[in-house]
């Protein structure tokens, strides 16, 4: 109804899984490396819980995509069965033949154990994936924990892999499920996005649809759109979905505080949105209903998904930087559960810094940089985050009450490369997201005289440099110097931000200089060039 108003291919908010659609913030990639790492890692149980719409299903097609071609894969999606009945499931699923005229529990356990040896000796997994995994009864959670009794001695023949809602958790805390709950090796708990993750899901979205122009959800409404959904992702799809309904009813090009409040009392209807400011709905089904009939619908388009970071025009550096020392990769030779940190942090930032071609003076290494005119910027987010940046960085690990700190030089799609001491190691990115905090700290350069962040009414050589690196991305002129910043300005960067999918707040902080930077062509140390180069 409302794409050919809003020029878009497709309907954006659709609840249904388009993989066209997909968004995955750093909660759902680790996750998804949770589950990776479950099927390298010898067996047992791995699990992964969410709330109802946090993106489980979303996670397990992701990893279902990238099974290693030696594993044979069984899924199942509807889980209240009897234990026969679930046995025989897992037969069918793994096409496992049971001798005719027999059938029964032991059968169907004889057969599927005879199929994992005979795998086994070919140099096959085995992974079952259980969706839906909190319907499970007791009686069927003790049979699958005896299917992972067959075993070597290096590995157990069967991966079970459970996904459910949180009551899952409650159900293995059990004390006559314990056996079963001491056979989980990794669990995770999807979370719902963040305030900055729903901006970017939204404009994610909107964009994959076709969608060109000023944002129709401006970053001002994306507070009160993640305080009413919480986050989580289907509440997001079906908000935003009556939202453009009600913005197309309306003739408005943007979606207003208004608008999302009366979509929230339509689609949550007796909810309480605390802080939303709900009001009664407007009856915008059925002023719609007039209008459809005289409506042009268009046809659906093939849809493109947009690449990561997209194109804009180079920008000039800031100040120029010499001594850069290029980051290069080495061959895979750490084991995947390898921790190569040490327990030193100043040291490790030491041997960040040297990647920036200084050493570092004498004192807090933060502190000693900045007369290098090298500054610490110290994030939390994970692994996407760090991709976003694309530069090295410390990162502070822990394997159980033991804190380390590394220092990340490279990553692929599938490993993370360190420098341990002057030698290169590899961690698989599975294994590397169960123990990365999320806690990093990095190093960006700049002229001497610029500010950490500028917002509007600052004035100074960082701003005019600022707002002439922006002007030339939006093809504009750039404005006269010593001019404070503007909202002009402010428009610019925070359409810049969006694009670059950084927080649009229109406040310029480290981040946005730094990929100002990157785009500019300045010469810095850069996490996935070496991946990407091969050196």
């Not at 002229?447 to 600052?458: I, K, M, P, T």
Request: net charge positive.
């Amino acid at each position: 109804m409302y794409n050919h108003y809003f020029s878009l291919k497709g309907a954006p908010f659709s609840i249904a899984p388009d993989p066209r659609y997909l968004f995955m913030s750093e909660r759902h990639r680790e996750a998804l490396a949770h589950l990776l790492y479950g099927i390298g890692s010898g067996g047992g149980f791995v699990l992964l819980t969410g709330e109802i719409g946090a993106g489980k299903t979303t996670v397990c097609r992701c990893f279902i995509e990238q099974v290693p071609d030696n594993c044979s894969l069984a899924y199942i999606f509807n889980p209240k069965l009897t234990v026969a009945e679930l046995l025989q499931s897992v037969c069918e699923e793994f096409r496992i033949a049971v001798p005719a005229g027999q059938g029964g529990v032991k059968a169907y356990v004889d057969a599927i154990n005879d199929h994992l040896l005979a795998s086994h000796a070919q140099g096959r997994n085995n992974v079952l994936v259980i969706d839906e995994a909190q319907n499970l009864s007791p009686e069927v959670l003790e049979q699958l924990r005896l299917l992972t009794n067959l075993e070597t001695s290096e590995r157990k023949l069967l991966q079970i892999i459970l996904i459910g809602q949180p009551e899952l958790r409650t159900m293995l805390a059990r004390p006559e499920l314990e056996q079963l709950a001491q056979r989980v090796i990794a669990r995770y708990h999807l979370g719902p996005l963040s305030e900055p993750e729903t901006g970017a899901y939204i404009a994610h979205r909107m964009a994959v649809a076709g969608f060109q122009g000023a944002p129709v959800f401006p970053q001002s409404v994306v507070p009160l759109v993640h305080r009413i959904t919480h986050g989580v992702p289907r509440r997001i799809n079906l908000l935003c979905d009556r939202a453009l309904l009600g913005a197309y009813v309306e003739n408005s090009r943007e979606v207003t505080r208004k608008i999302l409040r009366t979509a929230a009392a339509e689609v949550f209807a007796g909810e309480a949105l605390a802080g939303a400011g709900a009001r009664p709905a407007l009856r915008w089904p059925l002023v719609a209903g007039g209008v459809l009939a005289g409506a042009v619908l268009s046809a659906a388009a093939a849809w493109q998904v947009l690449p990561h970071g997209a194109p804009v025009q180079a920008a000039s550096a800031p100040a120029p930087m010499q001594k850069i020392k290029p980051v290069q990769a080495a061959a895979p030779v750490a084991r995947a559960g390898s921790l190569p940190g040490q327990s030193d942090e100043a040291a490790a930032l030491r041997a960040l810094a040297s990647l920036w071609g200084e050493t570092l003076p004498s004192g807090e290494p933060c502190q000693a940089a900045l007369r290098l005119n090298l500054r610490c910027h110290q994030g939390k987010g994970g692994l996407f985050e760090l991709r976003q940046l694309d530069r090295p960085a410390v990162l502070t690990l822990r394997d159980g009450a033991r804190t380390t700190y590394a220092v990340l030089v490279g990553m692929d799609e599938q490993a993370a490369t360190f420098d341990a001491n002057g030698k290169r190691e590899r961690m698989e990115l599975a294994a590397l997201a169960l123990r990365f905090t999320g806690e990093f700290t990095t190093y960006w350069k700049v002229a001497r005289s610029f500010r950490d962040q500028l917002a509007v009414g600052d004035q100074g050589p960082d701003v005019d440099w600022l707002a002439s690196q922006l002007a030339r991305l939006a093809g504009a002129a750039p404005p006269p110097a010593q001019q404070p910043f503007s909202a002009r300005t402010q428009e610019w960067l925070r359409a810049f931000q969006t694009k670059q999918n950084l927080k649009a707040d229109g406040v310029a902080g480290p981040r946005t200089f730094m990929r100002l930077n990157q785009l500019g062509g300045v010469t810095e140390p850069r996490l996935l060039a070496a991946a990407r180069t091969g050196q």
